[in-house]
């Protein structure tokens, strides 16, 4: 996947640090979504990527306003989606 103005692509990702009988564990994870209809034949998922827009409510918006933001961006036809 690319973006057609060769911008960087904003991926939703979650991060953690706790601290456990082991010490300080740090922790991530890539959030996906289900695939834009240009992207099925693919993979059935796809990383829930941000428009830039959505950076600030991604960091700073309530858990359902991230939610929605995660699951509705990049609509079909928006990304070049190359074959390998």
């Known amino acids: ?6 911008l960087p ?13 082991q010490g300080v ?3 991530c994870t890539v ?3 289900p ?16 428009l830039s827009g959505e ?3 991604w960091l700073h918006g309530t858990p359902e306003q991230a ?3 995660a699951s ?3 609509r079909p036809g928006v990304l070049e989606i190359q074959r390998v």
């Open 72 to 74: 509705s961006s990049w």
């Open 67 to 69: 939610l929605a933001a």
């Open 25 to 27: 564990v740090e922790s």
């Open 55 to 57: 950076l600030d409510t």
């Open 9 to 21: 692509l904003l991926v939703a990702g979650l991060w953690n640090r706790a601290t456990g009988p």
């Open 31 to 33: 959030v996906t979504r």
């Open 35 to 50: 695939p834009t209809s240009d992207g099925q034949h693919v993979h059935d998922r796809m990383p829930a990527l941000l």
């Open 1 to 6: 996947m690319a973006r057609p103005d060769g």
